[in-house]
């Protein structure tokens, strides 16, 4: 009788372990490391729901020089930051201690990762690293925000 007990208790106990691992959302610290004007008077990323992933100095090129330089079937073709402009902040990072988040006109209200959300919101499956789903506040801003998390391989931004 006792040992029925206690298989019982071990599963109901393991199962609510497996559940609140599943749904229990875990939060990821972050902090404003910049705010930055935009790029030009015309510039307007509103409407894009997601926010870039920066692991090293490359990517923060690529997102906020060369990607605009790269879109051709665009018309009026966007206008990124200068290149000394992103150099400057560069060298102001610390990219061997912090990732960075950059989000366009949006502030972050809170960032957050599970299984869960992770089925829900994100459509890049293929990709094992464990994509940040934010939360943003309500408020739209003639600015663009860099944020700093610590350093972590297993993360990325949330998919298409």
């Known amino acids: 009788m006792k040992k029925i007990f206690y298989c019982v208790v071990l599963i109901v106990v393991s199962s609510i372990v497996a559940v609140t691992y599943y749904y229990y959302p875990r939060t990821v610290s972050f902090e404003l490391a910049k705010e930055i004007p935009l790029p030009n008077e015309t510039f307007d990323r509103r409407d894009y729901i997601g926010f870039q992933y920066v692991e090293n100095e490359f990517w923060l090129f690529f997102y906020l020089v060369d990607y605009y330089e790269t879109r051709p079937n665009v018309n009026p073709k966007p206008k990124g930051y200068d290149r000394a402009f992103v150099q400057q902040l560069a060298e102001d990072f610390d990219f ?51 944020y700093r998390i610590k350093k972590n391989d297993h993360f990325r931004a949330f998919g298409p």
């Open 96 to 146: 061997e201690n912090y990732d960075y988040l950059i989000t366009y006109q949006k502030t972050l209200s809170k960032l957050q990762y599970s299984p869960y959300l992770t089925k829900e919101k994100d459509d890049l499956y293929f990709d094992k690293r464990t994509p940040l789903i934010p939360t943003w506040n309500k408020a739209e801003t003639d600015k663009v925000y860099i």
